[in-house]
T-cell receptor, first 113, second 114 residues
Framework: KAGVTQTPRYLIKTRGQQVTLSCSPI?????VSWYQQTPGQGLQFLFE???????NKGNFPGRFSGRQFSNSRSEMNVSTLELGDSALYLC????????????FGDGTRLSIL | EDKVVQSPLSLVVHEGDTVTLNCSYE??????LLWYKQEKKAPTFLFML????IEKKSGRLSSILDKKELSSILNITATQTGDSAIYLC??????????????FGKGTKLSVKP
């Protein structure tokens, strides 16, 4: 069974640009959560999608947005990039999402110059 | 605000040593406690503990949940260099919110020296 797939693996952008990251969950998983991981803050929750609906949202500015498609694949978009957005962005999928185990992808390493 | 605290933040041991990693939590809608191991890439799932399963063991790794003390420990016996990683503790909630369904601690970085 294929795991969670995130693309691209690495991205380099400059301030002010926008970026879109993609996540394909494990087959059958309907919940997709996104996290930002930095050395100082650890894993911080961005948002969760379940059956194409945003179910929870973290405390991030509106520049961070996402969506989920009918096949459960999810995308995350960050507009007007700032230096502080440099991080590893992780996507995790689970069957139902609530409180159970989540399976992570390898992440997208985003660097802002 | 719900929170998960891990200690120590980092630990250096020698091969063959036994280590104990700690995790404590303060949350309002506890459902589960999970341990993950993160090397260079994706966190990989180790254990999930709930009220109905407070002790888990897999090979040299074991974990116990203490619901009274709101804490958990992860034990690794006979450590190997391949155990070097960041160990993440997360608490699963019955109802997610602005912190999501899983709240993570900052992790314990374990380095095992040959």
């Amino acid at each position: 069974k294929a795991g969670v797939t995130q693309t691209p693996r690495y991205l380099i952008k400059t301030r002010g640009q926008q970026v879109t990251l993609s996540c394909s969950p494990i087959s059958g998983h309907r919940s997709v959560s996104w996290y930002q991981q930095t050395p100082g803050q650890g894993l911080q929750f961005l948002f969760e999608y379940f059956s194409e609906t945003q179910r929870n949202k973290g405390n991030f500015p509106g520049r961070f947005s996402g969506r989920q498609f009918s096949n459960s694949r999810s995308e995350m978009n960050v507009s007007t990039l700032e230096l502080g957005d440099s991080a590893l962005y992780l996507c995790a999928s689970s069957l139902a999402g609530t409180g159970g185990s989540q399976h992570f992808g390898d992440g997208t390493r985003l660097s802002i110059l | 605000e719900d929170k998960v605290v891990q200690s120590p933040l980092s630990l250096v041991v020698h091969e063959g040593d036994t280590v104990t990693l700690n995790c404590s939590y303060e949350v309002t809608n506890f459902r589960s406690l999970l341990w993950y191991k993160q090397e260079k890439k994706a966190p990989t799932f180790l254990f999930m503990l709930t009220s109905s399963g407070i002790e888990k063991k897999s090979g040299r790794l074991s974990s116990i949940l203490d619901k009274k003390e709101l804490s958990s420990i992860l034990n690794i016996t006979a450590t190997q260099t391949g155990d070097s990683a960041i160990y993440l503790c997360a608490v699963g909630l019955n109802y997610g919110g602005s912190q999501g369904n899983l709240i993570f601690g900052k992790g314990t970085k374990l380095s095992v020296k040959p």
